[in-house]
């Protein structure tokens, strides 16, 4: 039995394989219409969630199969001390496969060393968020036409980011990849991931402070939001949560054919005015979510169609 823990659990082969069945679902959804009729899906949120949890549910109906879950830990047994290892169990018994997002970074591991149904890693905490790298790697390949040869700029929160974690986790993976990391200096990138993902595979990159100085340069510009939540106090976050706005006057600076992604939600780290640029790419993004989750559904059941 597969689980998806981190972007890491597949092959670059496989990875291969799961964007291709994406895209051919994208091609031929009718084909797609009835594969899991008869299975369901545990959507098990201790954390809020638009996109991700409503994303993964349209997956499985789109397959034919059924949802169920909860979208808050106040609506499970969570709340009356219940452990997720625990839970896990319970939900084995109810359900084909689930989907399940933490605010304790591991939660999900945790979860599928106790699980007899596969478990996808949703999100927890600051750590990592495969499947939107999954939809990141699906939107780059279905943009651009290749996942090597590009330099990448990462802005925003890359201390709390966990997209931008799980997405450098597997971008390493390809040749000819550079990043370039802007950021504040207290929103840093963690050593950790330098050291270890970075450095470790030489992977050529850059930090910067000022957006304006990376844009000229970059193929994909990934923004994201000062992650609100995982900020010690009120005041930090106030001070960072505008530090980067993408405007259209800022837009002029970057080539004609880079394209903007961004996990969502937004909060002010793009302008509305932007949405509108042809390189504005993030809504077309949560539309390759849906179908990259039905192909990460299929291939973790191991269901087959021809
Ligand atoms: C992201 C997340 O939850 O980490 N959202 C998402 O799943 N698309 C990004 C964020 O919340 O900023």
Known sequence: MRHLMSPLDFSVEELDNLLDLAQDIEANPAKYAHACEGKKLATLFYEPSTRTRLSHEAAMLNLGGSVMGFASSDSSSASKGESVADTIRVISCYADICAMRHPKEGAPMV????STIPVINAGDGGHQHPTQT????????????????MTIGLCGDLKFGRTVHSLINALVRYEGIRFIL???????LPDYIRHEVLDRNNIPYEEVVRLEDALPSLDILYM?????????NEED????????ILDKEKMKL??????VLHPL???????VEVDDDPRAAYFRQVQYGVYVRMALILTLLDIHVD
């Open 237 to 244: 976050y106030v001070r960072m949560k505008d530090f980067y």
């Open 111 to 114: 979860a599928c060393q106790h």
């Open 265 to 271: 939600p937004r909060v002010n780290e793009i302008a």
């Open 224 to 232: 994201t939001r000062v992650q609100k939540e995982r900020f010690f």
């Open 254 to 259: 970057a080539p004609e054919d880079m394209y």
């Open 182 to 188: 802007i950021s504040p200096e207290e929103l840093r």
């Open 134 to 149: 999954l939809t990141d790697l699906l939107t780059i390949r279905n943009l651009k036409g290749r996942l090597n040869n």
